[in-house]
């Protein structure tokens, strides 16, 4: 199928990029990798040919998806410079949007932290206010646009975002990008019906493969599986080099099993808490409306001074000493010594799986028993993670899978610190498209809903005290399980609800993080060159065959691009 803007690039051009670009593996989103990815392609694409059609889609892709991103517009530009390969209407488009977007300078740039502050807030009436002062500018209006749109889109307010798209000073030759944002923006925050009209006033000869993509999407959440699937298989014709709609595609084909209630008599849930009694109370809330089956919950009082006794005690009452197990410590001892302490229990260390929720979570219904279906695609897991999203609409990114990169770490000078143990995050802080909705093996999953495997913790070791009081020790303990030879599986088509973000997130003061950075120095001398080359090598041998089998299932269905 033949889509504006995107050449069609052989699966051909698969196996050099596994000899000579093996991060392509990794995925295709989050900007930085994208633009690491055109510079890799484009470098290889006087020997490999099939490189040049993959290097223009994936230029028009990620600008299609971010178009008033100045880095991603300025590549799609070179790239159709020397090749042109964008429709007339794409091209006058991004031409009239580089006018209009330079970057903030002088007193506007001198206001981003300002309008970053009213962010962190979640002050609305300020942010109305800001808004009004600055896009209704004939001049500076839509560069200010270009900064405040992801953010407005993540804040969740949708009369912001309709206030930010009447105020902007629109010149004609812009108009097609106000009908995008405005369907981006009920893609996020309206009901799939709602939002599948408003993409079809999308301008195909400018934004195609993203409308086919968004449509795709929103049919699968409006409840349209044939059809969803149908839009999305047409699409990955056009673009088989998609790791991420590889995957997906491959996913929605042939979705994980699910666990089923025998299976949960084997599985201890924990969790552990400290002054924090009205989010516990409600992740317990959660807990109990799922479908726990004949699972036990375990929570850990980690010496806390506020109502966190009488909301165990509640549970439970209602719950019984059959289905819960409160224990109390005196002081609070830290997460990996608590997590430690749960495992201990001779309760816990009777079941094969151990499943950890942080407390402060939105569980869905089904949840324990993705996680266990999942543990059955793959033999020997150490640990099965999900998908982690924020607690409220649109539901921003905050992980999935975590990989490390496949390059050694360079030595560094002696008076820096190390950077070995450096994984990609690809997809911390973005919108939820439905790109990561998919599953394979990894080095780490979220430390936020986990469930790990108890023979694991006996061949591995249990969670490493010295990351105390938080930080790394997630992905420490998940690398020792890989090393033993029981690494993770990310089930993506699971989402679990994050209210707060993670600890490394939230470091503010000079203490909290200085108690990150600490923790990452010891994960950084922790594991020596033998250990990380062993991770890579394996890393890259699950990942690249995983995606090899599944484009050539999808191949074999669909047939080659045309």
């Known amino acids: 199928m033949n889509i504006a803007n995107l050449p069609v690039a052989e699966t051909g051009i698969l196996a050099p990029l596994r ?18 990815m055109m510079q890799g ?44 390969f964008l429709t007339a209407h794409c091209f006058g ?25 009213i962010m962190s807030q979640g002050d609305a009436e300020l942010a109305l206010e800001f808004l009004q002062l600055s896009l209704a500018h004939p001049v500076v209006g839509m560069p200010w646009l270009a900064r405040c749109w992801h953010d407005l889109l993540l804040f969740g307010r949708r009369d912001l975002c309709e206030t930010a ?15 995008r944002l405005h369907a981006e923006m009920t893609m996020h925050l309206a009901e799939p019906e709602e939002a599948l009209q408003a993409m079809d006033a999308v301008d195909d000869s400018i934004w195609g493969a993203w409308k086919r993509y968004c449509t795709g999407d929103l049919q699968l959440r409006a409840g349209q599986q044939a059809q969803g699937m149908a839009t999305l298989a047409l699409l990955w014709q056009a673009m088989p080099w998609h790791v991420n709609l590889t995957l997906k595609l491959f996913e929605l084909l042939n979705p994980a099993p699910m666990g089923t209630d025998e299976q949960t008599r084997d599985v201890a849930v924990l969790a552990y808490s400290w002054n924090k009694a009205e989010l516990l109370a409600r992740t317990l809330e959660s807990a109990e409306a799922s479908d726990l089956s004949h699972a036990r919950i375990f929570v850990l009082d980690n010496g806390s001074t ?16 059959d289905r819960f197990t409160p224990v109390t410590l005196p002081v609070n001892v830290g997460a990996p010594p608590a997590r430690n302490w749960l495992l ?69 000078p002696a008076n820096e610190l190390p950077d070995r143990i450096r994984a990609f995050e690809n997809c911390s802080g973005g919108l939820d498209t439905g790109l990561y909705t998919y599953s394979r093996l990894c080095h780490s999953v979220s430390g936020c809903c986990h469930m790990i495997s108890m ?9 490493d005290v010295r990351f105390n009081p938080s930080q790394f020790d997630d992905i420490d303990r998940d690398l020792r399980s890989c090393l033993a030879d029981m690494p993770s599986v990310y089930c993506g088509s699971l989402a679990v609800r994050h209210v707060q973000h993670s600890s490394l997130a939230r470091a503010k003061t000079a ?32 990942l690249w065959a995983d995606l090899e089998t599944k484009t050539n299932t999808l191949l074999d269905r669909f047939g080659r691009p045309a």
């Open 19 to 36: 000899r000579h670009l093996p991060s392509w593996a990794l995925g295709s989103e989050a900007t930085t990798h994208q633009m690491g």
């Open 344 to 412: 201990s229990l001779p309760e816990v260390r009777s079941c094969a799986w151990a499943a950890f929720l942080d407390d402060d979570v939105v569980l869905p219904k089904d949840w324990l028993k993705r996680l266990l279906g999942a543990s059955r695609m793959h033999t020997n897991p150490g640990a099965v993670g999900c998908r982690i999203t924020a607690a409220t609409a649109p539901y921003g990114l905050q992980s999935a899978d975590f990989n490390l990169f496949p390059n050694m770490p360079e030595p560094r």
């Open 511 to 542: 203490r909290q993080v200085g108690h990150v950075m600490g923790n990452k120095l010891k994960l950084d001398t922790k594991y020596s060159d033998v250990d990380i080359k062993k991770l890579i090598q394996w890393d890259m041998a699950a």
């Open 306 to 321: 506020d109502e966190t006794p009488s909301v165990l005690r509640s549970f439970a009452d209602r719950l019984g000493p």
């Open 165 to 179: 798209l009447r105020m902007a000073p629109w010149p004609e030759a812009l108009h097609p990008l106000r009908t």
């Open 41 to 84: 392609l484009s470098m290889l694409e006087a020997g490999h040919p099939g490189c040049t059609p993959a290097c223009n889609a994936l230029a028009h892709w990620a600008w299609s998806f971010d178009p008033m991103n100045r880095d991603l517009l300025q590549r799609q530009m070179d790239r159709h410079g020397s090749h042109t």
């Open 455 to 463: 023979d694991a913790i006996n061949k591995a070791g249990p969670f």
């Open 93 to 117: 488009l991004s031409m009239a949007l580089a006018k209009a977007i330079p970057a903030l300078r002088g007193e506007d740039a001198d206001l981003i932290p300002t309008w970053e502050a």
